[in-house]
């Protein structure tokens, strides 16, 4: 048995424990659902997963807002899901929603990372016609003008620091 079959049924049990203790409806909760949904989503049981992180999506929003690092993790985890699964254009939404959470959180590389990549999946992705890719592409535009200006003030930022 491997770690992943191991660690299946462990997660399952510490979801009915904390569900009992905590109620349904407690962020502990939502990280084992998380958790349990990637385990699934490494399993190649999609179909298993998604609930779980739109579950998790649900309640983190709830407690903590839209805002959340936790709310974006899980929005960049659905929009994986989205892509492998070939429903590309829900991939793209979410990733845009992941972007602007990450962008109002976090000035790291990752919200970088992450807008490049759906560009990238965009532009390699078979099923959606050059036209509609430019205007997809198009509709980035100003989020990567936005994000990329993020790392100019850290950089001018850190540049000043350097000189006093």
């Given at each position: 048995m491997g770690l992943m079959a191991q660690a299946q049924p462990l997660y399952?049990?510490?979801l009915q424990i904390k569900e009992d203790k905590l109620g349904k409806e407690h962020p502990d909760v939502a990280t084992i659902l998380h958790n349990l949904a990637t385990l699934y989503?490494?399993?190649?049981?999609?179909?298993?997963?998604k609930p779980l992180?739109?579950?998790?999506?649900?309640?983190?929003?709830?407690?903590?807002?839209?805002?959340?690092?936790?709310?974006?993790?899980n929005l960049n985890n659905l929009a994986?899901?989205?892509q492998i699964l070939g429903r590309y254009k829900e991939a793209d939404k979410l990733d845009a929603e992941y972007g602007a959470v990450m962008m109002k959180t976090d000035k790291t590389r990752k919200a970088v990372s992450t807008l490049f990549a759906t560009i990238?999946?965009?532009y390699y992705d078979p099923t959606i016609k050059a036209e509609e890719k430019q205007q997809l592409i198009d509709d980035h535009f100003?989020?990567?003008?936005e994000v990329t200006s993020y790392f100019n003030d850290d950089f001018a930022d850190a540049k000043k620091s350097g000189e006093q």
């Open positions: 399952e049990r510490s989503l490494a399993q190649g049981a999609y179909e298993k997963s992180y739109e579950r998790s999506l649900q309640i983190w929003e709830a407690k903590f807002g839209k805002d959340h690092p936790d709310v974006a993790t994986w899901l989205d990238r999946g965009i100003f989020e990567i003008i």
